[in-house]
T-cell receptor
Framework: NAGVTQTPKFRVLKTGQSMTLLCAQD?????MYWYRQDPGMGLRLIHY???????AKGEVPDGYNVSRLKKQNFLLGLESAAPSQTSVYFC??????????????FGEGSRLTVL | TQLLEQSPQFLSIQEGENLTVYCNSS?????LQWYRQEPGEGPVLLVT?????EVKKLKRLTFQFGDARKDSSLHITAAQPGDTGLYLC?????????????FGKGTKLSVKP
């Protein structure tokens, strides 16, 4: 019962370095999302995808890029990491649902520290 | 811009007490979800409510969606240490993908034995 798997779980970067977070889901979900969670800020949507080959910006997209080349994978990239990107990142997936009632299935999170 | 305000932000109670947390907005949502997040884990869905005035019960947890679909509450009866966690509400809208789901900032609940 893998569900949504994120790698890596922890990472420390220096300012200016680049990295990619990988999210994989095995539920055949159409939609996938990347959120960041900061103390007192709740979950904020970075980017999302409604299908293979498509991506869209969320609430806080600056400094991040994403790609969805395969339906089961959603990659989040930081081209030049900044201390403000220190956060816990969550990937989520959901089935196609135009009613806005679909359940989000979350990964366990990836804790990123930028020094 | 739609916003969801959750209150209280923090709540620390003793085992056996009752509590209510609130999720309020000036905007109408077509659905309201509640998630619970335990430390080091991702959020997990507890319930979805879609009808104004709807009440759903999940063991000791009671969820209510306001008549005008602008607010929701979560009531826990006889809280237990296992209820400890961050409770998040999230509002959704018809016609949008889940990219339109709006999350509140959460209520952090601590239940002491």
């Amino acid at each position: 019962n893998a569900g949504v798997t994120q790698t890596p779980k922890f990472r420390v970067l220096k300012t200016g370095q680049s990295m990619t977070l990988l999210c994989a889901q095995d539920m055949n979900h159409e939609y996938m999302y990347w959120y960041r969670q900061d103390p007192g800020m709740g979950l904020r949507l970075i980017h999302y995808s409604v299908g293979e080959g498509t991506t869209a910006k969320g609430e806080v997209p600056d400094g991040y890029n994403v790609s969805r080349l395969k339906k089961q994978n959603f990659l989040l990239g930081l081209e030049s990491a900044a201390p403000s990107q220190t956060s816990v990142y969550f990937c989520a997936s959901s089935r196609r649902d135009s009613l806005g009632t679909g359940e989000l299935f979350f990964g366990e999170g990836s804790r990123l520290t930028v020094l | 811009t739609q916003l969801l305000e959750q209150s209280p932000q923090f709540l620390s109670i003793q085992e056996g007490e009752n509590l209510t947390v609130y999720c309020n907005s000036s905007s109408v949502f077509s659905s309201l979800q509640w998630y619970r997040q335990e430390p080091g884990e991702g959020p997990v869905l507890l319930v979805t409510v879609v009808t104004g005035g709807e009440v759903k019960k999940l063991k000791r947890l009671t969820f209510q969606f306001g008549d005008a679909r602008k607010d929701s509450s979560l009531h826990i009866t006889a809280a237990q240490p296992g209820d400890t966690g961050l409770y998040l509400c999230a509002g959704g809208n018809y016609g949008g993908s889940q990219g339109n789901l709006i999350f509140g900032k959460g209520t952090k609940l601590s239940v002491k034995p």
